[in-house]
């Protein structure tokens, strides 16, 4: 995550540059080996070389993960194609989508709505914190309806993450022997 500068207060998702490059090397990768089956066959022709570069292209652009930042009172996200932005300081509702993957869907008072992959928020302290600020915000002027609750087991959850994650790396862990309970004695 980088701040834009130090006073726009912007911040990013920190891992949209490996996934992106993974998402550039993928789509090569495609390209390189369509090119070569097709030139090894003999039927590489101009048209051909033209077809596996524009399908190439296109796995390009469905594997690049969405470019998600915030700033103070608003949450983006950004597709190769669209940009979309929800107020979070006036967030009406919050639902998840299930499916092969799970999605938050914000909704705010002026109507824009966002789909934002909850692991990304989790990846991302700042984000999170960002995100956490303008919701906490929705529910002290009330414009947040439905989905408090949702948002509410969202942040226990990456909170339990975060502590698990600064116990591992202090080398503690919850489940060590010191913390199990004595055994009861025997006679």
């Known amino acids: 995550m980088r701040r834009s500068g130090p006073s726009s ?22 390209c390189g080996l369509s090119l070569l089956v097709d030139w090894g066959s003999g ?24 470019r998600v930042s915030a700033g103070p009172g608003w949450l983006a996200a950004r597709t190769p194609w ?15 989508r299930e499916g092969a993957c799970s999605l938050l869907v914000l909704r705010d008072v002026y109507g824009h709505r966002l789909e934002l992959d909850p692991r990304i ?8 914190h960002e995100f956490d600020t303008g919701v906490r915000r929705s529910l002290e002027r009330g414009t947040l309806r439905a989905g ?11 909170d339990e ?5 600064v116990f591992r790396a202090s080398g503690l862990s919850t489940a060590s022997p010191s ?8 006679g």
């Open 179 to 186: 913390c199990t309970p004595p055994s009861p004695p025997t």
């Open 9 to 30: 207060g912007t911040v990013g998702d920190r891992h949209w540059r490996g996934s992106a490059r993974l998402a550039g090397s993928c789509a090569l990768t495609f």
């Open 43 to 66: 039927s590489l022709t101009p048209p051909r070389v033209l077809l596996w570069v524009s399908l190439s292209l296109a796995v390009a652009a469905v594997l690049l993960p969405q």
């Open 121 to 128: 928020l989790a990846a991302n302290p700042l984000l999170w």
């Open 82 to 96: 669209h940009r979309y932005v929800v107020r979070t300081d006036a967030l009406a509702a919050v639902r998840q």
């Open 161 to 165: 993450e975060s502590a698990r994650a």
């Open 148 to 158: 408090a609750d949702l948002l509410d087991r969202l942040g226990h959850r990456i």
